[in-house]
């Protein structure tokens, strides 16, 4: 999620040194934009990237950064100008072993194999060749980058949920009570039956997403429905199996469980529901 922008807009250099190994899975990388007093306003961001010869000098703080723990180098969005509107960020490579960098990790609810945490970054030096692609348009880049990561999101979550049901079905066919099945009662049967059907319709959009872009076509708009409707189709299917599995959905060892934390950042993470909404009611100008 934090290479598509270094491979549309990066220099060969940069590619060679940054792209090739996070593909070949030698380097990890991370999208360094939240911030403390700015999430989905990302025009609101405060860290600063000063130019001083050939470098950046960078100050300012990120939070809610995937990969904290173990990613090797930082896709950075920063101020290069502040009063330059939107074309006064810009999007800076910076290893994360760089002197000045330093981070905490995040105590969450969810997603405790995702290492998140709150970056800090005083006097960071890094070279302005780690630039992706020209000063100033790093805004424009990284909302194009945020459709790749909100498609990873999208797909990851159909895939989970779509394991969850199955783990759901089984636990359902082997829960004994009032003399019968879990599984054996219509309202279980419905219930599951209507989850299916949910997942069905998020994997059919995220299909779709695939296609357009795999078409070369701008898949911008289905990209955000698709984050917004499987956002809220995992929570949905998450609370259902949460709620058949009953009392043991609420141990931590159960798969439910963690699902139904981990899955309440779908709505959040990567674009809220309500930016969703609101960046489409802009492009069909409602």
């Known amino acids: 999620m934090a290479t598509p922008s270094l491979h549309r ?11 090739v190994p996070a593909i070949r899975g030698e380097m990890v990388s991370a999208i360094a934009v939240t911030e403390p007093d700015a999430g989905s306003d990302v025009a609101g961001i405060r860290t600063r990237a000063v130019r001083d010869g050939d470098d950046w000098v960078i100050n300012g703080s990120k939070i809610y950064i995937t ?14 100008d502040p009063n330059a509107g939107h074309a006064g960020f810009s999007q800076i490579i910076v290893p994360t072993n760089t002197a000045g960098v330093s981070y905490d990790l995040l105590d969450k609810i969810g997603y405790w194999g995702s290492d998140t945490g ?7 030096r890094v070279p302005v060749s780690n630039t992706i692609g020209p000063i100033g348009a790093g805004f ?7 459709q790749a990561e909100r498609l990873v999101a999208t797909i990851g979550l159909i895939a989970y949920c779509e394991e969850l049901w199955e783990t759901t079905c089984n636990w359902a066919r082997e829960r004994k009570l009032f003399g019968k099945t879990l599984m054996s009662m219509q309202n279980t049967q419905f219930k599951l ?11 059919l959009m995220n299909e779709a997403c695939v296609k357009a872009l795999v ?3 701008d898949a911008t708009d289905l990209i955000s429905m698709a984050k917004l409707h499987v956002g809220r189709v995992s929570r949905q299917v998450a609370d259902v199996c949460f709620q058949l599995h009953g009392g043991a959905a609420y141990m931590k060892e159960s798969m439910a469980g963690r699902a139904f934390c981990d899955t309440r950042i ?5 674009g809220s529901d309500e930016t969703m909404m609101y960046y489409l009611a802009k492009r069909w100008k409602l």
């Open 215 to 217: 078409n070369g076509e």
């Open 67 to 80: 990969n904290a723990a173990t990613a090797d180098w930082l896709c950075l969005l920063a101020v290069t």
């Open 140 to 146: 424009a880049q990284q909302m194009m980058q945020f």
């Open 266 to 270: 779908a709505s959040i993470g990567g």
């Open 193 to 203: 039956v209507e989850c299916k059907t949910l997942l069905t319709t998020g994997r």
């Open 9 to 19: 807009f990066g220099s060969e250099e940069l590619k060679q040194k940054y792209l």
């Open 118 to 124: 709150l970056f800090f970054f005083e006097d960071v």
